[in-house]
Each structure stands twice: as C-alpha cells, then as structure tokens.
C-alpha cells in the first residue's frame, strides 16, 4: 500500500461554512426532497433515530448507465436532531465497493455566527480503499464526491441555485 493510498483510505474530513440556518441545512441534508437538489440528484431514504435506516437511493440517470437501485445502504447509529447525524455507509456503486466493509460517517452542525452554520462531515474508510476513492473525488468520470457535494449543497442553500445545474460536475478529471 502506498503513502497517498493509506491517506485515503483512513478518515476523511471536509468543512464548510454556509450562509443558512442550521434548520435549513439539517433539513437538506436529511428530506429526500431536497436531497435531489444537489449533489448527485438523488433521493435519500432516513429514519432519524438509532438504528433506523440510511439509504441513497439511484437517480435515473445513474440507473440508465446500469447503477443499482440502491447506492448506499447503512444504519442510523447516533441522531442529535438539527446538530448531528452518526452513520454506517455500505457504497453499492460496483462490485469493488459493495465487497468492502462498511464505513461510517459524521454530520456535524454548528453555528458558526451571523447567519452562518458551519458543516463538518468526517468519513472514516479503513479497509475501504475503493470507497475512499469514489467520496474522496479521485476517479475521473465519477464526479467529485464529499467536496463537490457540500460546494452543490453550500451554492443551492446560499443562492437557490445548485452549483451545476444537472450535477454532472467531474471534479476528478
């Protein structure tokens, strides 16, 4: 294993301060209709309590190029209703992804002073090379993961309007 591998597949981390509630982004992150706004465009399926179920579901477009049904599968570990969601992430895209383990990931949401919340995602991806490297953006024609999705989710919340309007962003290329 590489050095840059073992970078990337240990935990991840991503900030980033948006001019919205805390509500509003606790919201977007966690209403399947406003998860389809930004990002990939795809709905989520949560059961906001420990336990419950996590799913990302495909959009048509990832279907029509053979996706599955389901992206992600994982369990509600830890739920702090409009401050912080802890849960397991079980990446489905391919064959790769689904024979690694699971991962887990933290939402963290904070004011961070006038009008502005601060979002902290931290996703630990040990023994999950492959995963790591489709959320960390580094495979060209896949998009540009955890980044591209919280630059979408911070331009839709502030502007009304996602960053790419289709979100078919590669920011790995």
Same mark, same amino acid.
Do not use: C
């Given at each position: 294993? #590489?050095?840059?591998?073992?970078? $990337?597949?240990?935990?991840?981390? +991503? =900030?980033?301060?948006?001019? &919205? *509630?805390?509500?509003?982004?606790?919201?977007?992150?966690?209403?399947?209709?406003?998860?389809?706004?930004?990002?990939?465009? #795809?709905?989520?399926?949560?059961? $906001?309590?420990?336990?419950?179920? +996590? =799913?990302?579901?495909s959009? &048509? *477009?990832?279907?029509?190029?053979?996706?599955?049904?389901v992206?992600?599968?994982?369990?509600?570990?830890?739920?702090?209703?409009?401050?912080?969601?802890?849960?397991?992430?079980?990446?489905?895209?391919?064959?790769?992804?689904?024979?690694?383990?699971?991962?887990?990931?933290?939402?963290?949401?904070?004011?961070a002073?006038?009008?502005?919340?601060?979002?902290?995602?931290?996703?630990?991806?040990?023994?999950?090379?492959?995963?790591a490297?489709?959320?960390?953006?580094?495979?060209?024609?896949t998009?540009?993961?955890?980044?591209?999705?919280?630059?979408?989710?911070?331009?839709l919340?502030?502007?009304?309007?996602?960053?790419?309007?289709?979100?078919?962003?590669?920011?790995?290329?």
């Amino acid at each position: 294993m #590489s050095i840059d591998t073992e970078r $990337l597949v240990a935990t991840q981390h +991503y =900030r980033v301060y948006v001019k &919205a *509630s805390p509500d509003t982004v606790w919201d977007a992150l966690t209403r399947p209709e406003l998860s389809q706004l930004y990002g990939y465009r #795809s709905p989520i399926e949560v059961d $906001l309590r420990p336990g419950g179920v +996590y =799913r990302l579901l495909s959009n &048509a *477009s990832m279907r029509a190029m053979g996706g599955p049904d389901v992206m992600v599968e994982g369990e509600v570990l830890d739920v702090q209703p409009g401050r912080r969601i802890v849960h397991t992430w079980h990446a489905l895209f391919n064959d790769e992804t689904a024979a690694e383990p699971e991962t887990h990931v933290t939402w963290e949401i904070a004011p961070a002073g006038a009008g502005v919340t601060r979002i902290s995602l931290a996703h630990e991806l040990h023994g999950a090379p492959t995963t790591a490297g489709f959320v960390g953006g580094r495979f060209p024609g896949t998009g540009g993961g955890w980044a591209m999705i919280l630059s979408d989710l911070k331009s839709l919340l502030e502007t009304g309007s996602p960053l790419i309007a289709d979100g078919s962003v590669d920011m790995a290329a």
